[in-house]
């Protein structure tokens, strides 16, 4: 079983930057392909992005494409979610996931198996 602790939420102001971190534990964090989803309040989970386990590949949902980037630091077993550019619509719940499989440009939330507890973003205007 992997534990998944998320950290760097907050409030920011449009336009603004915050950078997610996601601490794994309790499995080789190096065999781990890692995701980031999101869920805003009466919306259904949505996929933000996704980094493979050496880092060379990622994949973005359209709507954050170019404004948030993913990295990783296997020796801090670790996953970074960058956010520029917010948008007020970028306010959610985002939870850090491992995913099932590799190869696909976009991840529902059955692809994960494990899931954190999720840190809140909220972007005001």
């Known amino acids: 079983q992997v534990q998944l602790v998320e950290s760097g939420g907050g409030s920011v102001q449009v336009g603004g930057s915050l950078r997610l971190s996601c601490a794994a534990s309790?499995?080789?964090?190096?065999?781990?392909?890692m995701a980031w989803f999101r869920e805003a309040p009466g919306k259904e989970r949505e996929f933000v992005g996704a980094?493979?386990?050496?880092?060379?590949?990622?994949a973005y949902g359209d709507s954050v494409k170019g404004r948030f980037t993913l990295s990783r630091d296997n020796a801090k077993s670790t996953v970074y979610l960058q956010m520029n550019s917010l948008r007020p619509e970028d306010t959610a719940v985002y939870y850090c996931?491992?995913?099932?499989?590799?190869?696909?440009?976009?991840?529902?939330?059955?692809?994960?198996?494990?899931w954190g507890q999720g840190t809140q973003v909220t972007v005001s205007s």
């Open positions: 980094i493979s386990w050496t880092g060379s590949s990622t």
């Open positions: 309790g499995r080789t964090f190096t065999t781990l392909n």
């Open positions: 996931a491992t995913l099932r499989w590799w190869g696909a440009r976009s991840y529902p939330p059955a692809s994960a198996s494990n």
